[in-house]
């Protein structure tokens, strides 16, 4: 059962590169969800989408852009990279998004730009 | 708006040693409360879940009680091992239907 899928799992990008995280699930979930995690922190939310053709802000979304063209998958790209986007991203997914359900988390991106 | 707070880690722990992980909550209605563990170098996972007041949720030896009159879902173990060294958050759905996370609480268990 692949679940979701992230990929690169590692990655190092120069100050103004861009590039974009893949990010895909199997599970045929409406909700789709973009988190970071800093060194030590919590997750915090970059992006979700509600399903196909629909995205919205998370709690920090500056510097990232997403798009929702299929359920199955939800890429994250980063436009001029800097070094305060240096973290590990997790993509997840979930049935829908009211409680009782639950998240799916891929298994990470570690970047790290210089 | 709803939130959750965990105790502060790393909490470190001998082997087969009682294990709680405090977790207070804000939330507007009765939602569902979860707690998920992010083993090293991994995503995280669900560990268990509870979905309405007084449920408890259990798994691997985990255990949580879903306390309304406290505001409360405290992670519990009676006998830890060394492979529960893990992060382990407390988490609840906000009234936009969007995961609240807490900061999570480290866990070292030492053989």
């Known amino acids: 059962n692949a679940g979701v899928t992230q990929t690169p799992k590692f990655r190092i990008l120069k100050i103004g590169q861009s590039m974009t995280l893949q990010c895909a699930q199997d599970m045929n979930h409406n909700y789709m969800y973009w988190y970071r995690q800093d060194p030590g922190m919590g997750l915090k939310l970059i992006y979700y989408s509600v399903g196909a053709g629909i995205t919205d802000k998370g709690e920090v979304p500056n510097g990232y852009n997403v798009s929702r063209s299929t359920t199955e998958d939800f890429p994250l790209r980063l436009e001029l990279a800097a070094p305060s986007q240096t973290s590990v991203y997790f993509c997840?997914?979930?049935?829908?998004?009211?409680?009782?359900?639950?998240?799916?988390f891929g298994e990470g991106s570690w970047l790290t730009v210089v | 708006g709803d939130s959750v707070t965990q105790m502060e880690g790393p909490v470190t722990l001998s082997e087969e040693a009682f294990l709680t992980i405090n977790c207070t909550y804000t939330a507007t209605g009765y939602p569902s409360l979860f707690w998920y563990v992010q083993y090293p170098g991994e995503g995280l996972q669900l560990l268990l879940k509870?979905?309405?007041?007084?449920d408890k949720g259990s798994n691997k030896g985990f255990e949580a009680t879903y306390r309304k009159e406290t505001t409360s879902f405290h992670l519990e173990k009676g006998s830890v091992q060394v492979s529960d060294s893990a992060v382990y958050f407390c988490?609840?759905?906000?009234?936009?239907?969007?995961?609240?996370f807490g900061k999570g609480t480290r866990l070292h268990i030492l053989p």
């Open positions: 997840a997914s979930s049935r829908e998004g009211r409680s009782g359900n639950t998240i799916y």
């Open positions: 509870a979905t309405k007041a007084d």
């Open positions: 988490a609840l759905p906000n009234r936009d239907d969007k995961i609240i």
